[in-house]
């Protein structure tokens, strides 16, 4: 059952995104400008969806919601005494023979890597925790061991990485991380947008970790003459995808008070 509750979770989860759901009104207002008498519908339904487009990848507007959401949770800050654990969260990658590893992971990847990178050594004695798995899809190399394969490029030590397959979501993570480091000091790496919602699950098994979101996508516009963007509706997408996340995790009991950071 629950196998096939993640699997409806990921396909609502790439259907109700703001490019599907304005192809998907689209197609409906195209049915509807083929009857006269629903043809004045079929001009509503065409505007909306032109507005959830413009809304979603012109830079002034996607950037207020997204500033908003990122900004509940502060960067990380270091404190006096060093951690335990540092806990990277999973993303995704797609093992290519002939391409590097930076290319095989993507971006989102790479930049918690980093940033996990630099609290690792901002706390000496702490370790690494890279989770998450193969895909839906088996991939040769899993995302942890891919994560770790980088690490040790970069100047990690092996002894300093604690790698765990299997999680499929950041629920599993989180049990995981709770199953084997209920009584330590740690801190939580995942991007800004995501980190409401996995803070939200981590405090639901017990544990308190210290924030660390990074690959903030708000940034300060200096002009509202500007083009909507295909990279700004991406930015969007993930919000709408964080947005549904939470909401999943409210209606499925993972999560039934929502714990808000400011």
């Not at 740690?186 to 970790?209: C, D, I, Q, S, Y």
Request: glycine share 6%; net charge neutral; proline share 7%.
């Amino acid at each position: 059952m629950d196998h096939y509750l993640f699997l409806l979770k990921k396909f609502l989860g790439n259907l109700l995104m703001p490019v599907p759901v304005t192809l998907l009104l689209l197609l409906w207002a195209v049915l509807l400008l083929l009857r006269r008498k629903t043809r004045w519908l079929g001009i509503i339904v065409v505007f909306f969806a032109s507005a959830l487009l413009f809304v979603g990848s012109y830079p002034p507007l996607s950037n207020q919601y997204i500033s908003q959401f990122e900004s509940r949770i502060p960067s990380y800050q270091q404190n006096q005494t060093p951690v335990d654990y540092v806990a990277v969260l999973g993303s995704w990658h797609q093992s290519v023979t002939e391409q590097p590893i930076t290319s095989e992971l993507m971006p989102t990847a790479i930049v918690r890597l980093a940033e996990g990178i630099r609290i690792y050594r901002l706390n000496p004695g702490s370790q690494l925790i890279f989770t998450g798995f193969k895909g839906v899809v088996e991939d040769p190399v899993s995302y942890p061991e891919k994560l770790r394969e980088l690490a040790l490029d970069l100047g990690v030590p092996a002894e300093d990485i604690l790698v765990f397959n299997g999680p499929r979501d950041t629920m599993e993570e989180a049990e995981l991380i709770a199953a084997n480091f209920a009584d330590t000091s740690l801190v939580l790496v995942t991007t800004a947008l995501h980190m409401p919602r996995a803070l939200n699950l981590f405090h639901k098994v017990g544990l308190e970790p210290l924030p660390a979101p990074t690959g903030h996508f708000s940034k300060p516009f200096k002009s509202w003459w500007t083009f909507p963007s295909g990279s700004t509706l991406a930015h969007s997408e993930y919000w709408a995808h964080e947005q549904l996340g939470l909401l999943w995790i409210k209606l499925t009991g993972q999560v039934k008070n929502m714990v808000e950071k400011n």
